[in-house]
Each structure stands twice: as structure tokens, then as C-alpha cells.
């Protein structure tokens, strides 16, 4: 039938939800009236909604409904169970409820009320509690015989027709049996232990209270949640967490993400929360999350994908992320999870293809062609130990953009990683650097690293002069520019209003080094190297290395992948040397 279908998949999707139970039981009811198995399938159905759904604070119309049908029934042993099952749990009416079960509990006698079990035992502790008042009377009547004389014949005699012997044991049981109603005292013990057990669910109820008040939007709605309404839901989450009984947070949880089921990180709180307890449970959040509601959020996916892999389920997770690409063919993120995952498993042919069709898409695009190109040349040359197809790579992108700062930088950073480098290569990509289009400011930040190259790892003396001559007429064309920009920016500056003056001015009293400072250090530093290789041959003495740069190149900074040396990082040459791509990947 295509409505019980209907149900089923209602509540299979949302189980907590106690309006959907009561309406299924309605309809089975309505629809079971002439089936000989009616009462045992319909209590069989109560028994499934009370466990997805009896602990929640506001499920008393379903407790309600359970025990009119038991009522109904004429068991009162079984809604004697109901009703201690529900006295347990801490629901809004829970007040309401223990007045109903007492009103039950004197409504027949005892024995048709409990349990076979529960009122055999409370009927021997009332037993035990007769033997204990005998003898405390036994012990109080030997205390009460009078010391003294004998008394006088005949005056102690019993009257005549009544017995002068002192009654047995068993007549003072009857006796106290008489003056106590066996039947009122076992009520009396049964309802003495659930007060007891009422009063702690009180308390439970008691610390609940203020956060069941908060919940103005128990149900779910596209708009977002109210900030205090999230914030309340937090809070007693992390309430019940620290109460520790899963039970109890697991309902909280499935309650809570009704209302916030668009709020990813409710999702993956619940699901970090499952992992030491079921990881059929994990699975669970992650495939209702991912599937249902959630379907298009990179990180949460990612992170379903993340635990499959940890429970080495690797078809799984490929396949999650293969779905993941498809939502989103033109991430970025999504093609370095996948190349990332493939390469954690050790698969990597399969990231070399993920390589490959990721540069096919990027062929129109330079930028996406020039950052796969160095992801692919680094995960050759560190990952497979291939130097030559990482060049190979990084020469290809090249082709396709010839003035792209990042690839020579990949390209310098692969021949300087080399044991020992190969200074006839280096030289050669300076040379083709300084004959590319690229833009004068960028040449000469390449001047400087090939200044610095040829000083640390230069075998011919005549090429070091050369370059060191050719980097002197770059650092004073450089020096040239930017007296031209001083002298545009003064100007500028002279017709700005008087407000903008003063706000630049007081800016640049503020910059530390002004331009003039930092191009008196270089005349002497260069000068100083200079005067070294005009010395004597006897003296012998190698050139001491510069210690001061142009500001956008530092030697303290530098790394060849020699100890001695310390790379500056690289967006100090404001392009980033391998791509400066943030995976942000688990």
C-alpha cells in the first residue's frame, strides 16, 4: 500500500518525530479493526515509536496514547510496566504522569496491579517487618515482668472461662496481621520506591527546564535560525554530552537537527560525538547529512570521505569524492582531495590521471594550467623521485606562458634541489629570464638570485664579473625608476587638498628606511664588492657575500636547500613559488 509506504519512509527519515508516530498508530488502527493480531500489532508499533522516540522531553501525548490503549486492554500488570518505564524518563508532564499511576495504583487490589514477581517480595519484606515488630514486643514484655514478692494464692488466677497461658507466636502474628491490612502495606512499600525514583526525575527535569523553555522553533524551516536559538542548542547538547548518557544526547541530537538540519557543523559535532560508539552511527550522520540535506557542502562531504578512508573503506571515499568532483566539476579543492586521497593509498597512477584530466579542462585557462602543472612537477619529483618529468612538466607550462614569473621560480627551485647543482642549467634559465617579457621589476628581483647564485656556486670568476656588471646597470636603472615615481608621487601629492597631505605625510614618517637609505646602502655595498674584486690575485681572498639587498630581496632570507642559506618566502616577490594554494584538506 503506497500510504504505509509513505509512512515508513517518513519515519525512517525522521524518527524522532512524535506527531508522525501517533498519526501512523491512528491509521493502523483505524484500518486493523477486524485483524485477530490487531492489539499485538499495534502494541507492537507503540513499542517502536517509545524506543526511537519515548525519551524526548516533550513525547507525553505518545506515553498518553500508550496507556489508553493498555487501559483499554484491561492488563493492569502491563500498564503497571508502562507506567514505571515512564515515571523513569524526564518529560514536560512528568508531574502529571505520577499522578495518573497513583490514581492506578489504588484503583484495584494490589496483587491485580504488580507484578507476580514485585508483590511476592514486597509481601515477604512486610513479613520480615511483622517477625521484627514480634519479637521487639517479646523483648518489651520480658522488660516489663515486676520484680518483688510472690503474689498471694489464687490472686494471679485468670478470670474463670479465659485461659491463663500467655499466646504463642503465631497468635500475636494474626494479631498484628489484623491491626496491619496486608494489601495496604504492600501498596504502601510500592509507592514508597517510585516516590523515590519521581523525586530524582524531578531533579532531571529541574536541570532541563531553561533549555526546553529556550526551543521556540522545535521544527524546520529554510530560514536561518535565530543566533540565541542556535546558541541554546549548543549549550544543551554540551550539557547532555557532559551528563554522559548516550542515550539521552542521541535523542538530543536527532531533535536538534531538525530544526538546524542546515547547519553543517551541528552535523559533524554529532557525528565526532558518534565515533566511540558506533560507527555504524557515524555512517549513519554522515549518509543523512551528505545525501539529504547537505548534499553540496565540500567540507562535510570531505570529511565522510576522511572517516571512510580511516575505517579503510577506500571505494567508498573514492567514490564519495568522484560524486563530490561531479556537484562540482571546477573545484579546485575537490581535484587536490582526490589527488591527495590517491596518493595516501599509494594509488598513483590514479592521481597521475586526475593530473592529467585536470590540466585537459585547464587548457584555455593559463592560470589553472600553470597551477596544476607545478602541483604535477612536485608530486613527480618528491613523491616518484622523477626529476625529469618533473621538468619536463614545468617546461610544458612554459610553452603556454612564457612570462610567467611562478614557473621560472618552479623551474630555478627544481635545479637548485639537485646534489650538487648544475651550474651551466641555472645559468642558462637566468639567461632565458632576462630575455622574456617579463616586467623590469621582476627581472631584476631574478638579477639579484642570480647575483647570489653565481657568488655561492660560480666556478669562472670572468662570469661572475659579467653578471655582477649587468646587475649594476639593472640596480641603477632600478634606482632611476624610482626617483621618477618620488618625483610624480610629490607631485601628486603638492595638488592634493591639505587634509590628504597631511594624512600622507604623517604616513610616511611612520615607514622607518626612506628610498634615498635604502639606495645610499646599496652604492656601498655594491661599491664594497666592487673594490674586492679589484684587489691583488696574491691576496687571494674571496669576496665577502653581500649583506644588504634591495627590500624585496633579503640574503638572510634565502635557501638553496643548503643549510647555509634561508629562502625568503615567496610572496615577498608577490607571486607564490609553488602555487601558495591552500588545501586546507583535513
Not at 485483524?35 to 498518553?64: H, N, P, Y
Not at 503497571?80 to 518529560?91: E, G, Q, S, V
Amino acid at each position: 500500500m503506497l500510504y504505509l509506504q509513505v509512512f515508513v519512509q517518513g519515519l525512517k527519515a525522521i524518527p524522532l518525530s512524535v506527531e508522525l508516530w501517533i498519526h501512523f498508530i491512528n491509521f493502523t488502527m483505524q484500518n486493523t479493526k477486524e485483524d485477530e493480531e490487531r492489539v499485538e500489532t499495534i502494541r507492537k508499533l507503540f513499542e517502536q515509536a517509545i524506543e526511537a522516540a519515548g525519551t524526548d522531553f516533550k513525547s507525553d501525548k505518545l506515553w498518553d496514547m500508550y496507556i489508553k490503549f493498555e487501559r483499554e486492554q484491561k492488563d493492569a500488570k502491563r500498564l503497571t510496566h508502562i507506567y514505571d518505564r515512564l515515571i523513569r524518563i524526564p518529560t514536560q508532564l512528568y508531574s502529571h504522569h505520577f499522578e495518573k499511576f497513583k490514581k492506578h495504583l489504588n484503583s484495584q487490589p494490589i496483587k491485580d496491579v504488580l507484578s507476580d514477581a514485585e508483590h511476592e517480595k514486597l509481601r515477604l519484606e512486610f513479613l520480615d517487618d511483622i517477625e521484627a515488630e514480634l519479637e521487639a514486643s517479646m523483648k518489651d514484655d520480658e522488660t516489663d515482668i515486676p520484680g518483688g514478692d510472690v503474689a498471694p494464692p489464687g490472686l494471679d488466677d485468670a478470670p474463670p472461662g479465659v485461659s491463663d497461658e500467655p499466646p504463642d507466636d503465631q497468635q500475636k502474628k494474626s494479631t498484628i496481621k489484623e491491626m496491619k491490612n496486608e494489601g495496604d502495606q504492600i501498596k504502601e512499600k510500592a509507592l514508597k520506591s517510585r516516590n523515590a525514583i519521581h523525586k530524582e526525575t524531578e531533579q532531571e527535569v529541574s536541570k532541563r527546564w531553561t533549555f526546553e523553555e529556550a526551543i521556540k522553533r522545535p521544527y524546520f524551516h529554510v530560514k536561518p535560525l535565530e543566533k540565541p536559538q542556535l546558541k541554546n542548542w549548543i549549550e544543551y547538547l554540551d550539557f547532555e554530552i557532559a551528563e554522559g548518557m548516550l542515550e539521552r544526547v542521541v535523542i538530543l541530537f536527532e531533535r536538534c537537527l531538525i530544526a538546524c538540519a542546515l547547519y553543517e557543523d551541528l552535523w559533524l559535532k554529532y557525528a565526532k560525538f558518534m565515533e566511540p560508539h558506533s560507527i555504524d552511527g557515524v555512517r549513519s550522520v554522515y549518509t543523512r547529512a551528505c545525501t539529504i540535506h547537505l548534499p553540496n557542502k565540500l567540507n562535510i562531504v570531505s570529511h565522510w570521505a576522511a572517516f571512510e578512508e580511516t575505517q579503510g573503506n577506500h571505494e567508498k571515499a573514492r567514490e564519495i569524492l568522484e560524486d563530490l568532483e561531479k556537484r562540482h566539476p571546477k573545484s579546485t579543492l575537490i581535484i587536490l582531495r582526490q589527488i591527495n586521497f590517491e596518493r595516501r593509498i599509494g594509488c598513483h597512477d590514479n592521481a597521475i590521471k586526475i593530473f592529467k584530466k585536470a590540466l585537459q579542462k585547464a587548457e584555455n585557462n593559463k592560470k589553472e594550467f600553470v597551477f596544476f602543472s607545478s602541483k604535477l612537477a612536485r608530486y613527480q619529483h618528491k613523491i616518484l623521485g622523477d626529476f625529469d618529468k618533473a621538468k619536463e612538466v614545468l617546461n610544458s607550462a612554459l610553452k603556454k606562458d612564457l612570462d610567467n614569473a611562478e614557473i621560472y621560480l618552479q623551474l630555478l627551485d627544481l635545479e637548485f634541489q639537485k646534489f650538487p647543482p648544475n651550474e651551466y642549467n641555472v645559468m642558462e634559465l637566468f639567461q632565458m629570464i632576462q630575455t622574456s617579457g617579463l616586467d623590469a621589476s621582476t627581472k631584476f628581483m631574478f638579477s639579484q638570485r642570480r647575483m647570489e647564485f653565481i657568488l655561492d656556486f660560480g666556478q669562472d670568476v670572468k662570469q661572475l664579473l659579467q653578471v655582477f656588471s649587468e646587475n649594476q646597470k639593472m640596480l641603477k636603472l632600478q634606482q632611476l625608476a624610482q626617483k621618477k615615481r618620488a618625483a610624480s608621487e610629490s607631485t601628486s601629492e603638492n595638488a592634493a587638498p591639505p587634509e590628504k597631505k597631511a594624512k600622507t605625510e604623517a604616513k610616511a614618517s611612520g615607514d622607518g628606511a626612506t628610498s634615498s637609505d635604502v639606495s645610499l646602502a646599496q652604492n656601498q655595498q655594491q661599491a664594497q664588492v666592487q673594490q674586492s674584486y679589484q684587489q691583488p690575485m696574491h691576496q687571494n681572498r674571496p669576496p665577502p657575500p653581500p649583506q644588504q639587498m634591495m627590500p624585496p630581496y633579503q640574503q638572510q632570507g634565502y635557501n638553496y636547500g643548503w643549510n647555509q642559506y634561508n629562502q625568503p618566502p615567496h610572496n615577498a616577490y608577490n607571486y607564490q613559488q609553488w602555487g601558495g594554494y591552500n588545501q586546507g584538506y583535513y
